[in-house]
């Protein structure tokens, strides 16, 4: 696979995360964040593991601990996770999800699920950044469209070259934001 293909599966994957999440109200930031808890809590049904403090979850998100800790207090304001006191270290506690938490985890995972169904179907060596899918037209984007479709016809013609002439010069100047 070549950086290229990296880069526009990158794109694509922000794309349909901002698709399929918007309703959600979570960032991608707090999901990566509930998915290491979650995995945190995986690995605790080892016996001999005795993780989901915060320092295990920063280790495995590589993280500087007050960053995660500043998240940590986010969320379990927006009650998407709690903390429980570790009965081995008095110290310490236990980070796990709520149900609520867990919920908007699983919802963030389908915006993968649905990347999944469409880069199965592309050819990444024949696919560019201008080919590349985009997410769904916003409300206003699509009445914007009604109402382009209602001009003359002699209008739309002159408006879709004047639209080819941008799309060349934008696909001339696409750079790695593109």
């Given at each position: 696979?070549?950086a290229?293909?990296?880069?526009?599966?990158?794109?694509?994957?922000?794309?349909?995360?901002?698709?399929?999440?918007?309703?959600?109200?979570?960032?991608?930031?707090?999901?990566?964040?509930?998915?290491?808890?979650?995995?945190?809590?995986?690995?605790?049904?080892?016996?001999?593991?005795?993780?989901?403090?915060?320092?295990?979850?920063?280790?495995?998100?590589?993280?500087n601990?007050?960053?995660?800790?500043?998240?940590?207090?986010?969320?379990?304001?927006?009650?998407?996770?709690?903390?429980?006191?570790?009965?081995?270290?008095?110290?310490?506690?236990?980070?796990?999800?709520?149900?609520k938490?867990?919920?908007?985890?699983?919802?963030?995972?389908?915006?993968?699920?649905?990347?999944?169904?469409?880069?199965?179907?592309?050819?990444?060596?024949?696919?560019?950044?201008?080919?590349?899918?985009a997410?769904?037209?916003s409300p206003?984007?699509?009445?914007?469209?009604?109402?382009?479709?209602?001009?003359?016809?002699?209008?739309?013609?002159?408006?879709?070259?004047?639209?080819?002439?941008?799309?060349?010069?934008?696909?001339?100047?696409?750079?790695?934001?593109?």
């Amino acid at each position: 696979m070549r950086a290229e293909h990296l880069e526009l599966l990158h794109r694509l994957a922000h794309r349909y995360w901002m698709k399929h999440t918007s309703e959600l109200g979570m960032s991608h930031s707090e999901f990566e964040y509930l998915s290491a808890i979650f995995e945190q809590a995986e690995l605790a049904k080892d016996k001999e593991f005795h993780g989901q403090h915060l320092h295990d979850i920063v280790r495995s998100m590589g993280v500087n601990k007050a960053s995660a800790s500043a998240m940590m207090d986010k969320l379990e304001k927006r009650k998407l996770v709690k903390r429980k006191p570790c009965k081995k270290d008095a110290r310490a506690q236990h980070i796990v999800l709520t149900a609520k938490g867990e919920e908007l985890r699983v919802a963030g995972k389908a915006a993968y699920a649905a990347l999944e169904a469409t880069v199965a179907d592309l050819d990444l060596g024949t696919i560019t950044a201008v080919d590349a899918p985009a997410p769904e037209a916003s409300p206003k984007a699509k009445e914007q469209t009604e109402k382009t479709k209602k001009k003359s016809d002699s209008q739309k013609a002159k408006e879709a070259a004047d639209a080819a002439k941008q799309a060349e010069f934008d696909a001339s100047q696409l750079t790695l934001f593109g």
